[in-house]
């Protein structure tokens, strides 16, 4: 079975300043794919950034990007530029097959302050 | 268009009634998810449907909870003589397909149902 650990339960950063999450996972599948979903208030689970193993380019989304590191099966989110609406619950999370079920990490409280 | 859609936003009900919550996925999502986040637990998968497949009910926690998905697409989580310990939001998320690369298997979620047993 899949394990997905973040270490940091909360964070705090400075509005327009950069801050790094923590994710590591444990598997024996070559084939899956890892993603960071942010979780406001609201509860609405949303999609931030995706990574497909076989793809060695790190994913960029705008103000997101993760550096995967898959031999250490290591899979960090950086928020750039923070800003106010980025405070939220962020959760890693695992699939694999493609198509199967997400394993989520325990989630990273992220407050950005003004 | 209209999102995962997910009702009632809010339960409470009390030790050993059954209640049942309900799950609209986006037109066209053939695959369908029920997870489940609680503080103890976290977030932790309870069942799937994919298709005309057999559902995968690998997470369900006990024989009291059970799930179907009618048509292929409206999904009904019912939860059997309810505990203090199945107090959860219950989410429901819906993909396009599955083993399928790119970004159709990237799921999808609703608001959640917060259900409360008291």
């Known amino acids: 079975a899949q394990t997905v650990t973040q270490s940091q339960p909360e964070m705090s950063v400075q509005e327009a300043e950069t801050v790094t999450l923590s994710c590591t996972y444990d598997?024996?599948?070559?084939?899956?794919?890892l993603f960071w979903y942010k979780q406001p208030p609201s509860r609405q689970m949303i999609l931030v950034i995706r990574?497909?193993?076989?793809?060695?380019q790190n994913a960029t989304e705008n103000r997101f990007s993760v550096n995967f590191q898959k031999a250490a099966k290591s899979f960090s989110l950086k928020i750039s530029d923070s800003q106010l609406g980025d405070t939220a619950m962020y959760f890693c999370?695992?699939?694999?097959?493609?198509?199967?079920?997400?394993?989520f990490g325990g989630g990273t409280r992220l407050m950005v302050k003004p | 268009g209209a999102g995962v859609s997910q009702s009632p936003s809010n339960k409470v009900t009390e030790k050993g009634k059954d209640v049942e919550l309900r799950c609209d996925p986006i037109?066209?999502?053939?695959?369908l998810y029920w997870y489940r986040q609680s503080l103890g637990q976290g977030l932790e998968f309870l069942i799937y449907?994919?298709?005309?497949?057999?559902?995968?009910k690998s997470g369900l926690p006990s024989d009291r909870f059970s799930a179907e998905r009618t048509g292929g697409s409206v999904s009904t989580l019912t939860i059997q003589r309810t505990q203090q310990e199945d107090s959860a939001v219950y989410l429901c998320?819906?993909?396009?397909?599955?083993?399928?690369?790119?970004?159709?298997?990237?799921?999808?979620f609703g608001p959640g149902t917060r259900l409360t047993v008291l």
């Open positions: 998320a819906s993909s396009l397909a599955r083993d399928n690369r790119g970004t159709d298997n990237e799921q999808f």
């Open positions: 598997t024996s599948e070559n084939n899956y794919y």
């Open positions: 990574q497909e193993a076989y793809k060695q």
């Open positions: 999370a695992f699939m694999n097959p493609p198509g199967n079920m997400l394993t």
């Open positions: 037109s066209g999502h053939t695959a």
């Open positions: 449907f994919q298709g005309n497949s057999a559902p995968d």
